[in-house]
C-alpha cells in the first residue's frame, strides 16, 4: 500500500493563479482531510469529508475549495492564490470507526 | 470548544537524558488524544494515542503518555532520548464526541538532542 500520496511536492505560484493539490489513498478510508501547517501555529484544518461527494468546512477555509469525486481522491483547490497562502499543506485521511489518522508527505507551496 | 495548549515551543534534552514533554487540553466530554511527532521534511506519525482505560499508554519508538483527567493533561515521556528523537511532536484531541470527525492540533514542541 502507498498509504496517502500528495501531488506535487512542491510548487511556486504567482499571486492570482489557481492551482489543484491531489491527495490520494488506498486504504479505502471514509474520511479525508486538508490542513495547512505555518510556523508556530500547529496543523488547522481547511476542509474534510466524511465520505465521497461530502465536504465541510475547517477551521480556516476561506480561499479555498475542495471536492471528492471518488472515495480515494480528495482535490485542494486554490482559486486565486495569496501570498498568505504559501504554507505546507498536508493530507490526511482515516476510516469512519477508527479514529486514527494517515499523513501524506505534505506540499509545500509558495506564492509568490 | 476544544483546544490543546503545548506550553513549551522548544525544549532541548541531552542524549540518554529523559524526556517530557507536556499536552494540555480543553473538552467538555471524555477527550480522544493522540500524540504525533514530525520529522524534518516530512508528514505527521502516530506515536500512540488515548480512547479510554488503562491511562498510562504505550507507543512506538520506547514513548509513553500519560492522560490525568483531573489535570487535562497528556504529557508524553521517554526514559531516554535518542539523537533520532529530534523532531516536532504534536498533541491532538478528537473533537466533536463520540465518533468524532476531526482533531484538533497543538501548535507544536520542537525537540532538540544535544550530544
Known amino acids: 500500500n502507498a498509504g496517502v500520496t500528495q501531488t506535487p511536492k512542491f510548487r511556486v505560484l504567482k499571486t492570482g493563479q489557481s492551482m489543484t493539490l491531489l491527495c490520494a489513498q488506498d486504504?479505502?478510508?471514509?474520511?479525508m482531510y486538508w490542513y495547512r501547517q505555518d510556523p508556530g501555529m500547529g496543523l488547522r484544518l481547511i476542509h474534510y469529508?466524511?465520505?465521497?461527494?461530502?465536504?465541510a468546512k475547517g477551521e480556516v477555509p476561506d480561499g479555498y475549495n475542495v471536492s471528492r469525486l471518488k472515495k480515494q481522491n480528495f482535490l485542494l483547490g486554490l482559486e486565486s492564490a495569496a501570498p498568505s497562502q504559501t504554507s505546507v499543506y498536508f493530507c490526511?485521511?482515516?476510516?469512519?470507526?477508527?479514529?486514527?489518522?494517515?499523513f501524506g508527505p505534505g506540499t509545500r507551496l509558495t506564492v509568490l | 470548544a476544544q483546544s490543546v495548549t503545548q506550553p513549551d515551543i522548544h525544549i532541548t534534552v541531552s542524549e540518554g537524558a529523559s524526556l517530557e514533554l507536556r499536552c494540555n487540553y480543553s473538552y467538555g466530554a471524555t477527550p480522544y488524544l493522540f500524540w504525533y511527532v514530525q520529522s524534518p521534511g516530512q508528514g505527521l506519525q502516530l506515536l500512540l494515542k488515548?480512547?479510554?482505560?488503562?491511562?498510562l499508554v504505550q507507543g512506538i519508538k520506547g514513548f509513553e503518555a500519560e492522560f490525568k483527567r483531573s489535570q487535562s493533561s497528556f504529557n508524553l515521556r521517554k526514559p531516554s532520548v535518542h539523537w533520532s528523537d529530534a523532531a516536532e511532536y504534536f498533541c491532538a484531541v478528537g473533537a466533536g464526541g463520540t465518533g468524532f470527525q476531526k482533531l484538533v492540533f497543538g501548535t507544536g514542541t520542537r525537540l532538540l538532542v544535544s550530544p
Open positions: 469529508s466524511v465520505g465521497e461527494g461530502t465536504t
Open positions: 486504504m479505502n478510508h471514509e474520511y
Open positions: 490526511a485521511s482515516r476510516t469512519g470507526t477508527r479514529y486514527t489518522q494517515y
Open positions: 488515548y480512547f479510554s482505560g488503562d491511562t
